[in-house]
């Protein structure tokens, strides 16, 4: 069997992250899932991988801890030998208002969100550089992007993943010697799985839901279709991108 793409996904146990794995799950595919402590959600999508032919390895860990990063790639490379594919789509979303905010919480979305993905590229390129096709997708927020009095607004969130958009600017030029492409999408209000703690109420999603163009909030797979696109070797020449998949809004 000829071998398929191997891949990282961070934050794989539900919503976006959840999406992608099944829908890179083939014979001959290589998968290491992670998610910060869903261990049963995780295992439940790394199952369903599995039954489309894909070899999974999970691992759990909390980005935020120096190393975890690391040893996510490690895990990756003890398994497979080989990467092909990062993304890094686990969030730190913090749905606190300026006068709410501590420090710390500053603090946790910016090692989440910002350091992990430095520390995940850090970690993978070697590996990557072997690829015939390397390809790095970061996932952004809408909260980088819209700023209206009508609509809810997280300033650290925003900061923290607007700079996971400038370091895919930059490390696209770093890595381009390498070949790495290095891209992101950036989701606007995206359905969540039922549970999901960082979930806004059903009465100002219907609000939101009525000022997005296309009327409706997305689907997981709207987003993890955009990330196969960048990760495929069409999206070849395309690199230092920011891609939004938002339904218009702004």
């Known amino acids: 069997m000829t071998r398929g793409v191997s891949t990282i996904i961070t934050g794989a146990a539900s919503g976006i992250g959840a999406a992608l794995a099944l829908t890179c799950s083939k014979p001959g595919a290589q998968l290491t899932l992670h998610t910060r402590k869903s261990e049963t959600a995780l295992n439940a999508i790394a199952n369903q991988a599995r039954d489309r032919g894909a070899e999974v390895e999970t691992i759990l860990g909390d980005l935020s801890e120096p190393g975890t990063a690391a040893a996510i790639v490690a895990a990756h490379a003890a398994r497979f030998g080989q990467l092909d594919a990062l993304v890094a789509n686990a969030g730190f979303p913090l749905l606190k208002s300026l006068n709410e905010m501590q420090p710390d919480d500053i603090s946790y979305a910016f090692?989440?969100?910002?350091?992990?993905?430095?520390?995940?590229?850090?970690?993978a390129k070697h590996l990557l550089s072997q690829a015939p096709h390397p390809r790095i997708v970061a996932v952004g927020s809408f909260t980088s992007h819209v700023f209206r009095t009508d609509m809810p607004q997280f300033p650290a969130s925003a900061a923290s993943k607007g700079a996971i958009e400038v370091a895919v600017r930059s490390l696209s030029l770093a890595l381009a010697k390498d070949s790495?492409?290095?891209?992101?999408?950036?989701?606007?209000?995206?359905e969540k799985d039922k549970g999901t703690g960082d979930a806004l109420s059903p009465n100002v999603l219907d609000e939101i839901t009525r000022k997005i163009p296309l009327g409706r909030l997305g689907k997981p797979e709207d987003v993890s279709q955009a990330i196969r696109f960048l990760l495929s070797q069409d999206a070849g020449y395309i690199t230092g991108q920011i891609l939004h998949v938002n339904g218009g809004l702004i």
């Open 111 to 123: 090692l989440g969100n910002t350091q992990s993905f430095f520390e995940l590229v850090q970690s």
């Open 180 to 190: 790495i492409t290095v891209n992101c999408v950036v989701p606007g209000y995206i």
